[in-house]
């Protein structure tokens, strides 16, 4: 195996330190503790599992973390009441409402009703048109851990080509606006593009965000090229079990990348640690304090 492996975990505990750090200065300097509301519906296994490890990062930062659980059938009117509520709470500098919701709720009147200033999940339309303005805006956490992730291979992005593959608007638009923040030159290509991976063989940066099991092979990748893997899937053992894999084939792309995120260990590491990134920028914006360092 020849590709460095990137590892989320050590460059997220980093992230995770700085962060700590900073709150620790925003409190003593100018008595703000920043907080994170994330709200729960219903009893998703693996929705719970994030939640989780979101309210014991949040307070290991040592910001004020509230939890919200509601029941699966909770109506939409209620659910809307409390994100009014939570808009109006000094305390409360971000707002997550944890996806996906039941059918039942319509998903995007419930993120259209957060307060932009507190959308630190970077769905709500304000913040998706800045970002693809190339304004100042509050990011999806997803993108924001891939960029950072890069950035630990590479100190510039500026020139190199890009190619993400996904459009979601959680992941891949998202990525390709902050990409080109960074002066990259950015393919977005899909499942149904066409020579895929001819699209991938001229690329220096792979993105793979598009649900699919080591969709990307070997013979798609350029050699030395940096690959990020955005990926969760559960793919089934004869014995019963499941086993996580990426969008990317990891043993066989490793052999011709010059950097690979692994799954786990990869980008899920970054989300909740960007999140803490988001809150804290959250707070200081609000508060009227300049950009924190991180």
């Known amino acids: 195996m020849t590709a460095r492996i990137i590892d989320g ?35 998703d296994a693996a929705s719970e ?9 949040t307070q290991a930062a040592a910001m004020a973390s509230f939890e919200h659980k509601l029941p699966a059938d909770v109506a939409q009117a209620d659910l809307l009441a409390l994100i009014a509520k939570l808009n109006r709470d000094p305390a409360v500098h971000g707002i997550l409402v944890q996806l996906p919701l039941p059918k ?7 993120i259209n009703a957060i307060d932009p ?9 304000n913040n998706a048109g800045r ?18 992730l890069t950035k630990s291979v590479h100190a510039s992005l500026e020139g190199m080509n890009a190619i993400v593959i996904g459009r979601s608007n959680l992941v891949g638009r998202p990525l390709v606006q902050l990409l080109l923040n960074e ?11 066409k020579d895929l991976p001819q699209l991938c063989a001229g690329a220096d940066l792979v993105y793979a965000a598009v649900g699919k099991p080591e969709m990307v092979r070997a013979d798609w990748i ?27 084939a990891f043993k066989e792309v490793a052999e011709v ?6 799954v786990p260990g990869g980008v899920g590491q970054m989300t909740v640690a960007c999140l803490l990134v988001n809150t804290l920028r959250a707070a200081c914006a609000i508060h009227g304090l300049p950009k924190p360092a991180v």
């Open 222 to 248: 350029k050699p030395g090229a940096t690959v990020i893997d955005v990926g969760i899937n559960r793919l089934p053992l004869a014995d019963g079990k499941t086993r996580l894999v990426g969008d990317v």
């Open 117 to 125: 200033a507190k959308d630190v999940d970077g769905l709500h339309p």
């Open 9 to 43: 975990k050590v460059i997220a505990a980093e992230l995770r330190a700085r962060v700590a750090e900073e709150v620790a200065r925003v409190k003593g300097e100018h008595q703000v503790t920043p907080g994170l509301a994330v709200v729960l519906v219903g009893n």
């Open 49 to 57: 599992v994030y939640v989780r490890s979101k309210h014991t990062q």
């Open 257 to 262: 990348a010059g950097a690979i995120t692994p």
């Open 183 to 193: 002066n990259a030159t950015v393919t977005i290509a899909h499942s149904r593009s």
């Open 104 to 110: 039942s709720l319509h998903t995007e009147t419930i």
């Open 131 to 148: 970002l693809a303005g190339g304004f100042a805006a509050l990011s999806p956490c997803t993108p924001l851990g891939c960029i950072i």
